[in-house]
């Protein structure tokens, strides 16, 4: 009896294991086939990190995307965009070159938004999101501890031309001053194209110059334009129509360049009076601590403003420069080189055309970012590095350059570069009908300032190894605020 009776319990026993079995063994079927995804837990942490930079007030993007009542009207249109990675936006090969600001989503984190949406997008419990993230008000760098406007409103008519207009602001600095970070921002989003700010540094007087009457200046400024193969249209600048046209501008004769007064090709290196840009799309972060930038007593800032029209409005704009100042000693300052052909020259009416520059780093250095910039008939670009034993790599790779995201790639790590190595920055261009961004394919284009003209860049930002600059830098507070308001 005590027996079957334990052979019975231990059969019941058994049967409660099996049920239990099948029970948890369905549950966890039903959890991997329709595992439940909220905004809340699963969706909102994705969102805050790879979106909500751009999508929010005042930022670039057309809608914010910081809560759930915000994120759920545009769950379809979400849907498409990241499928189709058109969302964040990159055009870099991912087989070349690693990238801090690469924004792409995870094949996982796809999924996770696509089933979310599949179940209807629910939000689940509100106390499960995480908090908003905290961005500084307008600032991607942080708060500036200097800020520097335009000194007046400009204001832009409703009808004609592209207009580059030119803003000098003085600094107001009474030393030399070491900065951490730097950047441009737009005041009105709807004209402001793009913004290049300039340091123009005190110059030096030099006694020995020869004193020219006015009329003098004059005549040899006409030489001078008769020479270049650019001249002033206007508020542009551009390569004249008969000037002489190279593609490959690494076979440029460096005595054009001197002859034909222009910079580009092996004369990027004189563009260290570059200070930040800003285009739509990019993003610009503090450089390391002990980078720098230096602006030396007495400097005005230079804003280069290229703006486009809205037909029909008349629109006004005050745009402005926002710095931080290097807190540490300044061990490294950085350099701009735009390796760039401005003797380029596009046949009508034809795809595929390639244009290359050149430029040789002539001291050791270290690369901290790419960007490449061209104009609407732009379709790709490939920047390489030929090292002075002969082998070369390619640092970046654009298939698809998108004329409306002028993205910088920030190097995950500053890449070493031996002195002597040829950088050779390759363009690809689209002057036929099938380019549907392309104004006129039935002219020959050339360089210049306006849209409707190309350009053929490829910036290289970079530090200098041999640099001991160490002077520490003094306390921010002694300049703060800015001269021209705000
Ligand atoms: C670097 C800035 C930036 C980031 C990061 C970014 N976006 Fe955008 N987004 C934009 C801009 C600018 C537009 C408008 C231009 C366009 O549609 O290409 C846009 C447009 C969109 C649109 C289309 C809106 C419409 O009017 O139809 C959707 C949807 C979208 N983004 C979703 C996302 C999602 C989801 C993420 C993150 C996974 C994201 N974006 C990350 C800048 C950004």
Redesign the pocket.
């Known amino acids: 009896m005590r027996n079957r009776f334990n052979t019975a319990a231990i059969i019941i026993a058994l049967s409660a294991v099996a049920l239990l079995n099948i029970g948890t063994s369905k549950a966890f079927e039903t959890k991997t086939t329709a595992k439940k995804v909220t905004f809340s837990k699963d969706v909102a942490p994705?969102?805050y990190k790879?979106?909500a930079?751009?999508?929010r007030a005042g930022?670039?993007?057309?809608?914010s995307?910081l809560s759930y009542k915000d994120v759920r009207p545009?769950a379809k249109?979400?849907r498409?965009?990241?499928v189709k990675r058109?969302?964040?936006?990159w055009d870099a090969d991912p087989n070349f070159g690693k990238f801090s600001n690469d924004?792409r989503?995870t094949q996982a984190q796809i999924d996770t938004?696509v089933s979310w949406i599949d179940q209807g997008a629910p939000e689940g419990n509100p106390k499960d999101t995480p908090p908003v993230p905290k961005f500084t008000e307008g600032w991607a760098i942080g708060k500036p501890d200097l800020i520097l406007s335009m000194k007046d409103e400009f204001t832009l008519e409703a009808s004609g031309p592209d207009e580059y207009q030119y803003f000098e602001i003085p600094t107001g600095f009474t030393e030399d001053k070491y900065i951490q970070a730097v950047e441009a921002r737009p005041g009105n989003r709807k004209i402001v194209h793009h913004i290049i700010a300039f340091i123009k540094a005190p110059q030096k007087e030099n006694p020995n110059r020869p004193k020219f009457t006015r009329e003098e200046m004059a005549k040899l400024r006409a030489e001078a334009e008769k020479a270049s193969i650019q001249y002033q249209d206007g508020f542009l600048r551009r390569t004249k129509a008969d000037a002489p046209g190279y593609n490959d501008g690494c076979s440029i004769p460096q005595d054009e360049y001197r002859k034909r007064r222009v910079q580009g090709g092996e004369g990027g290196d004189a563009n260290n009076n570059w200070l930040v840009g800003y285009a739509?799309?990019n993003?610009v972060q503090p450089w390391e601590p002990g980078t720098v930038k230096k602006i030396p007593a007495g400097s005005s800032v230079i804003f280069q403003i290229h703006y486009s029209k809205v037909a029909g409005e008349v629109q006004k704009d005050r745009s402005s420069v926002g710095m931080i100042f290097a807190k540490g000693p300044a061990k490294k300052e950085v350099y701009m080189s735009g390796v760039s052909n401005p003797f380029m020259k596009l046949e009508p009416n034809k795809d595929n055309q390639r244009v290359s520059a050149c430029w040789t780093a002539d001291r050791d250095i270290h690369i901290i970012s790419l960007t490449p910039h061209m104009h609407v008939r732009g379709t790709a670009q490939r920047i390489e590095a030929i090292f002075p034993d002969g082998k070369s790599q390619i640092l970046l790779n654009v298939p698809t350059y998108s004329f409306?995201?002028q993205t910088t790639y920030l190097l995950t790590e500053p890449m070493q570069i031996p002195k002597g190595t040829k950088f050779l920055v390759t363009s690809v261009f689209d002057n036929s009908s099938k380019n549907k961004y392309n104004p006129a394919p039935d002219k020959a284009v050339r360089w210049g300032d306006p849209t409707y003209d190309e350009m053929m860049i490829g910036f290289i930002e970079y530090t200098v190894d041999s640099q001991t600059l160490n002077k520490p830098a003094k306390a921010a507070a002694a300049v703060s605020g800015s001269p021209t308001g705000q």
Not at 86 to 89: D, K, L, S, T, W
């Open positions: 994705i969102i790879s979106c930079e751009c999508h930022e670039a993007a057309p809608m995307l545009w249109a979400i498409e965009k990241i058109e969302m964040p936006h924004a989503l938004i739509p799309g993003v409306a995201w």
